[in-house]
T-cell receptor, first 113, second 111 residues
């Protein structure tokens, strides 16, 4: 039973390019959360999704960031026109439902050069 | 909004020593998660506490949630180099069970 799978583990993008981060939740988990960890800061909530629905995106920057969790396939966090300030570790967590605890993936470390 | 303060910010202990780290919430906790993170890696779930006064142990790590449900402590007995890492506390707050995290405590264990 594989855990939460995130890929790629490391991603380097030039300023202005697009970054796509993927998250495959644990088998049977239909709730996905994305968090961002900036250098010297704690983990910050970004977005909460269930299959085909965005439930809470209160932590998402207003521009350039989007997330989806389609009926089939992984959840995708997409960052358009990346800037250096987007460099961070992005973690995905999945759950079988609210109040059931979370399993985190190993993260994707995005570096914008 | 809920804030979690972790103390101390960092800690260096000699192998074999006991240690305690804390997580204090600005609001009543309705659950408290402890995670460990190795530098550059993902989060490893340690324990979850929900009830005031609750205490859980796993191997040499014990976590407690106080009766007032505003503070949690994590105690490590006879520390080992494998305990080194960043310890994060997280709490669900508001709707949708999203977690608010503290900034973490960096633990180093000297052999």
């Amino acid at each position: 039973n594989a855990g939460v799978m995130q890929n790629p583990r490391h991603l380097v993008r030039r300023r202005g390019q697009e970054a796509r981060l993927r998250c495959s939740p644990m088998k049977g988990h239909s709730h996905v959360y994305w968090y961002r960890q900036l250098p010297e800061e704690g983990l910050k909530f970004m977005v909460y999704l269930q299959k085909e629905n965005i439930i809470d995106e209160s932590g998402m920057p207003k521009e350039r960031f989007s997330a989806e969790f389609p009926k089939e396939g992984p959840s995708i966090l997409r960052i358009q026109q990346v800037v250096r300030g987007d460099s961070a570790a992005y973690f995905c967590a999945s759950s079988i439902g609210q109040d059931y605890g979370y399993t985190f993936g190993s993260g994707t470390r995005l570096t914008v050069v | 909004s809920q804030e979690l303060e972790q103390s101390p910010q960092s800690l260096i202990v000699q192998e074999g020593k006991n240690l305690t780290i804390n997580c204090t919430s600005s609001k009543t906790l309705y659950g408290l998660y402890w995670y460990k993170q190795k530098y550059g890696e993902g989060l490893i779930f340690l324990m979850m506490l929900q009830k005031g006064g609750e205490e859980k142990s796993h191997e040499k790590i014990t976590a407690k949630l106080d009766e007032k449900k505003q503070q949690s402590s994590l105690h490590i007995t006879a520390s080992q180099p494998s305990h080194a890492g960043i310890y994060l506390c997280g709490a669900p707050g508001g709707a949708n069970s999203k977690l608010t995290f503290g900034k973490g405590i960096t633990l180093s264990v000297r052999p």
